[in-house]
């Protein structure tokens, strides 16, 4: 308890400033809170109260994450919070690319939702309620915090999947998300306890070392293995990885289809970059002590492993949906096996001599699939409000019946399936690509599944394709709502510039921003400036002194 | 020699595309026309610099004195810049895509023509929608042939799939839906694993210049050294560290060429098609409309053959060397299976499909045994299978028209009713069939011959060539038992109205057979535009 103390601080000027962008939302919930004492309930206000805190969230985010990159503010993470919230790169590319997506989100509310919804107050709280603790789980690195973080992000995740209460199928969503996410959260809290029972602290940047000395001298190998797949399992709940996914089609059918969109993408991200996070931390340790450690390329199979039934499970079990919610809660769960495997390989201790590449493919997958998932949902929400069904046949002729929305919904789905010339096929290409770099049994491996997936996933996505421009029952055209279009053909054009002229933007600034996640690690490093040709400024590659001992990768391989 | 005259032959096609968007209605197909016959004046100004090569002196001058020495029209621009390599458009031309080149714009010009009467298709709808379908897809053929850096060439390999399949899944036949997604799983499949042999190559190349920095000079300047990982296909298959290390590594366990190899060739093998994996081909033609067939058979097919001489061979000739005897069988099986296949046909439309199968048999055999006679057949016959087809498909097409059925069995006597239509066939017929003074002639006894010629690297060579050879009788036999159902035989009555061959029908006929008569009778008029550019490629394997 008494290192728990000392963690504890008071937030200067200056740590203000650093945290402003979650400050402001914070001020957002306590805006939402209290205007309607004021000026009644009116759900479109608090939908602009929203948007505009969402907003200055992600100026702010920018702004500080900017000066804080470019050295303005000293230090990265304030020393004293003993790593209980960190500010770094990846922490401001995050909550600018989650507070864009709410924004779409709201924007999609507006479209969808705005004419009906009784309860915007309490929607848009839970909400934002949700996106804050989203955005606490990518920026620390203390337990007791991650946990508290995930919690955040689940409990106002579970009231607004069984939003509308009317709605049998919404209330028994919630409720099985909400068992699952308890029994989870149970299991990481144990697999926590465990770990906090060895080391007496609950601060990462501390256990790690220690944790891997222990690994590599072969004590505790047992406990330490129960607490890692336990704390590994409540990520995975959250990433709804197989087999910890059951939630996950029916908590997206239920709920509405604003909160569908939100949680298809954020959850999932958000999780996925904390568990990068750790194993960032397990194998920056193991790297500065010098060690390579089987527990680490077990845990690389493992995660690996599971991103690869992940996504294949997903793609296979999406095949037999009628319902294009449901159909697309499955997609969502094999985008996030690919998004794994860079998971996978970075645990790797073969992958420690490469760079961030697979953490920068993470993030520019995240920003594409938020693109593509946005628009496809959005079509979604359009023709079910126009027909009142998301089922499949509701889709047939959609091409004649609405052209514009059909077109958008080509280029989205062909992007989902990750072909060119659209985003979705770049985001894929740099994954496949830091699988790639890194080399190894397992990368390729995983490289074979993921293009194999990518020929299942034709099959389904095809199948709206199909209803759309194929069939054609002669339901009568409807007028889809203008800004439901414009917002459908800005995602469908944002990933034909992104799969076209603006390929590696999202690379380049992604590169910028994993880069940092290695700045902790001199020791046993050398560092060694990339070739580079491109004009960026140079940035360094982080070499493993004894890198030439790699039995792995393109260089081993000799006849 | 730099030049910006291919990515305005590419682009053309697509600003048509959006222009029969914009435009109205009456004016589609004018625009469309329009488009596509501006890519193929273009496509002849690509002729000049290869003028005269077939004389022995000008050859090494056109050509090159090795691959990739003398690439025309140029043009290289760094496109996406990564941490360690970038990639770039780069696209040239040289002996083995000028003709390919040529033939993908003359068959989508004549294609546009052939969809002249869309408004009186039976699925007359969305008429913009088609016709810009068609030039995005024209677009993406030409694009393929062209590009020469991996990247970019596999991107323009997925941009053909999309519009290929919305116009066989919304303009086709009753079965439109399951040809058009299996047409789409089935070259997806092998694109895929061309996308795995993508990721691995950039990185086993840029190991590669790690390892042998002193040999890792690059054929651009001849000079200066690469020392990254590259996506440009020249490179790739003329640089030595490279072939080095491509020759000597392992992939998994196994070794890199031959596994690279065969991830390549899948991909072409599906859209060459090679027996087994042809049978979307069959589904593909029989549902689509006329014009489509056309381009499918046309220039589609081609990708497969022109992809084993652009990347397979040049870039993994150990993998080549590794896998002749599997592939030559492939081609032997597809030839002979495909002419049984096409002997069983009743329906027009699917004889003619089976046929194709049968007829790229032949290019894959004279690509397989890697001679010089072997790959100037092959290259020859995808000229000729890319002249003669379309060919048949139009035939087939104009009757469709009249009689909205395709069963042979029906017909009969058509040369009574439509003689000029009946003349026409025959030149068509007797093309694919491989009559000595027409086209699909020279390709067959080259691919043969060049078989022959190898009988001293492969055991095979002798029994392959010899089945190959028994191909033909059954091709004569399929063909002319066609003839004689169709055209000949008396005059049947419900037949008997029908009007002759239009003047549009003729206007689209006609260049056609005088290319099959040409190429038959002069074939130096393709080979001297190629011959210089297969010897570098096989000096260079060899």
Partial sequence: MTSLLASMWLPSGEDLIRFAPELALVGTLAVLLTVPLVIGRSSIVAGRIAMVGVVATLLLAITVGRRAIDGGLSGLAPPAAGGMLILDNLTVYFKAVLMLFLAGTIVLWFIISADTEQHGTEFFVLLLGSALGMVLMTATLNLLMIVVAIELASLPSYAIVGFDKHNRKAAEASLKYAIFGAVSAAIMLYGVSLIYGLYHTLNMTEIAPRLVTHLASGHNVFTIGIALVLVLGGIAFKIAAVPFHFWCPDAFEGARIEVTTWLSVSSKAAALLLLLRLVDALSGAAAAQGVVLNALTGLAWVIGLMAAVTCTWGNFAAYRQDNVKRLLAYSSIAHAGYMLMAAAVFAHPASVRADHSPIAAVLVYLLVYAVMNLGAFTVVAVVAKATGSESLSAFNGLGRRSPWLGVAMVMCLVSLVGLPPFGGFIAKLWLLLALGSQGGTLCWLLILVAVGNTLISLFFYFRIVRAMYLFDDRQPSFSAPVPGIALVNLCAVALLLLGVLFINRPKLIADRYARNLFAQRPAGFVQRPLDRNDGIDPGTAVVRADEASSTDGPSAKRR | MDSTLLSWLVFVPTIGAVACLLAPREVTRTVAMLASGISFVLSLFLIPPFLGAGDEMNAAAVFGSSYGDALHFIQRIPWINGESFTIEYFLGLDGLNLPLVILTTLISLLAVWASWNFDEWKINKGKKGYFALLLLLETGMLGTFVALDFFLFYIFWEVMLLPMYFLIGV????????????????????????????????????????????????????????????????????????????????????????????????????????????????????????????????????????????????????????????????????????????????????????????????????????????????????????????????????????????????????????????????????????????????????????????????????????????????????????????????????????????????????????????????????FDYMNGTLRNILDQIL
């Fill in chain 2, 171 to 526: 303009w086709g036949g009753p079965r439109k839906e399951y040809a058009a997604i299996k047409f789409f799983l089935f070259t997806l499949a092998g694109s895929v694993l061309m996308l795995v042999a993508l990721v691995a190559m950039f990185f086993y190349s840029g190991a590669a210049v790690a390892e042998y920095p002193e040999l890792a000079v690059s054929y651009r300047d001849g000079a200066s050294v690469l020392t990254t990982g590259t996506f440009d296909l020249i490179e790739l298959a003329t640089n030595e560290a490279i072939q080095k290390y491509f020759g000597e590594s392992l992939f998994l366990g196994w070794r890199f060429a031959p596994v690279m190899f065969i991830f390549l060739f899948v991909g072409f093998a599906v859209k060459l098609p090679a027996v087994p994996v042809h049978t979307w081909l069959p589904d593909a033609h029989v549902e689509a409309p006329t014009p489509i067939s056309m381009i499918l058979a046309g220039v589609l097919l081609k990708m497969g053959g022109y992809g084993f001489l652009r990347l397979c061979y040049p870039i993994f000739p150990s993998g080549g060397q590794f896998w002749a005897g599997t592939l030559a069988a492939i081609g032997v099986v597809s030839i002979l299976y495909g002419a049984l296949c096409a002997m069983a046909q009743t329906d027009f439309k699917k004889l003619v499909a089976y046929s194709s199968v049968s007829h790229m048999g032949y290019v894959l055999l004279g690509i397989a045994v890697m001679t010089e006679t072997g790959f100037q057949g092959a290259m020859f016959q995808m000229i000729a299978h890319g002249i003669s087809s379309p060919m048949c498909f139009f035939l087939v097409g104009v009757i469709y028209d009249r009689a909205h059925h395709r069963e042979i069995n029906r017909f009969g006597g058509l040369w009574l009713t439509m003689p000029k239509y009946g003349t026409m066939a025959t030149i068509g017929f007797f093309a694919s069939l491989g009559l000595p003074g027409l086209c699909g002639f020279v390709g067959e006894v080259f691919v043969l011959l060049g078989t022959f010629e190898a009988r001293h690297t492969f055991t095979w060579a002798v029994p392959a060539a010899i089945l190959a050879a028994a191909g033909v009788i059954f091709t004569a036999g399929y063909i002319l038992w066609l003839i004689q159902r169709v055209y000949l035989g008396p005059q049947k009555p419900e037949y008997a109205d029908y009007p002759e061959a239009t003047g549009r029908e003729m206007a689209i006929l006609m260049p056609l057979a005088a290319l099959c008569v040409v190429l038959g009778v002069l074939p130096r008029v393709v």
